[in-house]
């Protein structure tokens, strides 16, 4: 047994009539707490924006460790929302934040089991925030600026260290497995490592992605249109 938390946004939200402190953003905050050692964020559709990537970026900097699951381009089934996210990877790598996309294909059955990956097993599902080993969020709550602003959105806190140890253990022991990890090289440039085993792949591109669906991806973050995604 463990305290547990419902947060859900107020309805007026998709009429734009709710206050801020009727908002699930704001009730997370309050619940988890700002992270001290570390925080792993599952989100499929990753669109942290500018003040989100600030955010981020101002937690590693300030020593607690960040980690991010999120879909690769590869694997997602909205590209637009792939292109709100592709433009932040760079100051959140260079700010010390751990990136991981999730490979396309089917994932193993403990991993579905988990409620990691979606119906189709092909792509990431979960929606999990897990702060400081202690506290976690589990709901519909996308890290992206249509969950924060426009669709009313609800989830649960829970005061467990057993259960947000078990997420950071599979962001230790299976994440690196299931999904690439992006990083920097030398000339700033991104590559995605891929693991399989005892083996490892470096991609110079987005891995499994074709010329043009990349061209495309790159022409759809130029439209002014995050604060949609």
Do not use: C
């Amino acid at each position: 047994w463990a305290p547990a938390h419902l947060v859900s946004d107020d309805p007026a939200k998709g009429l734009g009539r709710a206050p801020a402190d009727a908002m699930l953003p704001g009730r997370l905050y309050e619940l988890l707490g700002h992270p001290q050692r570390e925080l792993e964020l599952v989100s499929p559709y990753f669109v942290p924006a500018t003040a989100g990537t600030d955010a981020l970026a101002r937690m590693s900097e300030q020593g607690v460790r960040v980690r991010i699951l999120t879909n690769s381009q590869e694997a997602t089934d909205v590209a637009v929302v792939h292109a709100g996210y592709a433009k932040r990877r760079e100051p959140l790598l260079e700010a010390g934040v751990e990136l991981f996309e999730m490979k396309g294909g089917f994932a193993p059955a403990d991993v579905r089991a988990r409620g990691l990956a979606g119906s189709s097993a092909s792509s990431l599902h979960a929606k999990t925030f897990s702060v400081d080993r202690s506290r976690v969020f589990v709901g519909s709550f996308n890290f992206d600026p249509r969950s924060a602003l426009l669709n009313t959105e609800m989830g649960i806190v829970v005061e467990s260290p057993v259960l947000a140890g078990r997420i950071a253990d599979v962001f230790d022991r299976q994440v690196p497995l299931l999904a690439y990890e992006v990083r920097l090289d030398r000339r700033g440039g991104l590559r995605w490592i891929e693991r399989t085993g005892e083996s490892r792949i470096v991609h110079d591109d987005e891995p499994h992605t074709s010329l043009a669906r990349r061209l495309g991806v790159w022409l759809l973050s130029l439209l002014p249109i995050e604060w949609l995604l």
